[in-house]
Every structure is written in C-alpha cells, then in structure tokens.
C-alpha cells in the first residue's frame, strides 16, 4: 500500500490543502499488468484487455488485492470467470453477524458451479479498522471456509459510501457487477442472485 496526495486549492491566497489518498497494489490497473497471487484459493487469469470501470451496475468491478484470514493476498480478478458475492459486514452488524453464519453453507451450494463467496471486513466490533486476528476470529466465529478479506486499505468504503451494511454485490463471469445492493439483504435473496446468473 502507498500513500498519494491530492492537492486541492481551499481558499485562494491563502491556503492549499493536500488529501491523502490510499492505495494498494493492483488499483485500477487493467488486466495486463495483473499478477496472480499465491494463495490456495480457484485462480483463473483475467483477460488482458480487462479494465476495472466502477462499482456501479453493469461497470467492470476493479481489482483490489486484500489478505485473507490464512495471511494471503487475494485477488478479486483471480476469480475471473466465477459468479462472485462480495459481502461487506462489519464485526459490530447484527444483521452482518446474522448473514455470516450462512456464508459456508451457501457458498458449497454453488462452488461446483464456479462460486465464490468473498467477505470483506472493514471495521471490527468497535468500529476500528480490523487486524489479522480480528478476522481470523470472524472466520472462526462463523466457520466460514470461504475467504474472508482484511479491509484495512479501506477499499469498501469506495464500494459501500453510505456505509450501510452488510453491503452486497453479485458479479458475473465476465467481472460485471450484475447486482450492487442484493435487498433485502438476506441468504435468500443472495441465491436469487446468485442462481439468476449460474
């Protein structure tokens, strides 16, 4: 991760003020600068014409490249060619904690399909950016198999603003957001959208 600056003009003649701007490696660089990670989870190479447009509906999602609770990088793009839920929970979510209890059942439902369930956790039960162990606990808590992301670059706050959580995104196989809020947000309707694009 690297800090960069925007520099922004606040009041003229008497101040600039500078905003730092958090990145990590693999923002929003197109698929032919791509490296696969070293992980145990499915790896698929993204196309190499592919380019992260946005996280609206219908936008190809960017890349973003987060440890899991095994202490590995993830990709999202290493699941190229899957159907892809991105849940973002918060450790201090009831409705979040509710929904983490169905992650593992739901995502060997569909993983023979090609499948992932992808969790990314943002703030932990007080609110703070989380730590390796916090989510390693969440996994543990909720016996969760699938990967479960240490947000501490604050990418889901570019994909969930209104920080309303549990956020949920279904993705296609091409790496299109098909879904950027599954609501109401439930195991239910996450099949929904899940099977709408098996």
Do not use: K
Not at 126 to 132: E, K, N, R, T
């Amino acid at each position: 991760m690297r800090i960069a600056s925007t520099c922004l003009p606040w009041i003229p003649l008497l101040a600039t003020g500078c905003v730092p701007e958090l990145t990590s490696p693999g923002d929003d660089t197109g698929a032919g600068s791509w490296v696969a990670p070293d992980n145990t989870w499915s790896m698929s190479s993204p196309p190499a014409g592919l380019v992260g447009e946005g996280h609206g509906e219908g936008q190809v999602a960017p890349d973003f490249l987060l440890m899991d609770q095994h202490g590995d990088m993830v990709s999202l793009w290493q699941f190229y060619g899957s159907v892809i839920v991105i849940d973002i929970s918060t450790m201090w979510c009831g409705p979040c904690v509710a929904l983490a209890d169905e992650v593992t059942e739901t995502w060997h439902e569909y993983q023979d399909q090609g499948f992932m369930y992808l969790t990314l956790l943002p703030e932990d039960d007080i609110g703070q950016v989380p730590d390796l162990a916090d989510v390693q606990r969440w996994a543990s808590d909720h016996e969760i198999e699938a990967p479960v992301l240490l947000d501490d670059a604050g990418r889901s706050y570019e994909m969930a603003p209104d920080a309303t959580y549990p956020r949920l995104y279904v993705i296609d196989r091409q790496m299109r957001i098909a879904v950027d809020q599954v609501n109401p947000a439930t195991d239910a309707a996450i099949r929904a959208a899940v099977e709408a694009l098996l």
